[in-house]
């Protein structure tokens, strides 16, 4: 059973907008960092973003810089991917993560992981 759960996947158009969201039915949020990652089909999973568990501190991977931002409500339990002006090849299963800390490679620190939700971009 995934300890996170991550919601709001679909089908959005280029240059459209999503916002994805990450959750721990079971336990809290606030004290944890929390990664965003993606993995397309045929390829490698790729760190996308990292928010530091104040939310003080965010990281972009390049290919999202300007597009993504990632923020967080430890009130609700929740944390959040908004995605604007999407491109096909952001296409992929999104995953949420939690861990102690932002690595700079977001995984390296990562103890709890989600199942993923799936981000189509298409036309």
């Known amino acids: 059973q995934s300890q996170l759960v991550e919601s709001g996947g679909g089908l959005v158009e280029p240059g459209g907008s999503l916002k994805i969201s990450c959750t721990a039915p079971e336990f809290r949020l606030y004290s944890y960092a929390i990664g965003w990652f993606r993995q397309a089909p045929g390829k490698e999973r790729e760190g996308v973003s990292c928010i530091s568990s104040s939310g003080f501190s965010t990281y972009y991977s390049d290919s999202v810089k300007g597009r993504f931002n990632v923020s967080r409500d430890n009130a609700k339990n929740t944390v959040f991917l908004q995605m604007d002006d999407v491109k096909p090849e952001d296409t992929a299963v999104y995953s949420c993560?939690?861990?102690?800390?932002?690595?700079?490679?977001?995984?390296?620190?990562?103890?709890?992981w989600g199942k993923g939700t799936l981000v189509t971009v298409s036309s």
């Open positions: 993560a939690a861990g102690p800390y932002c690595a700079s490679d977001y995984a390296l620190a990562m103890k709890y």
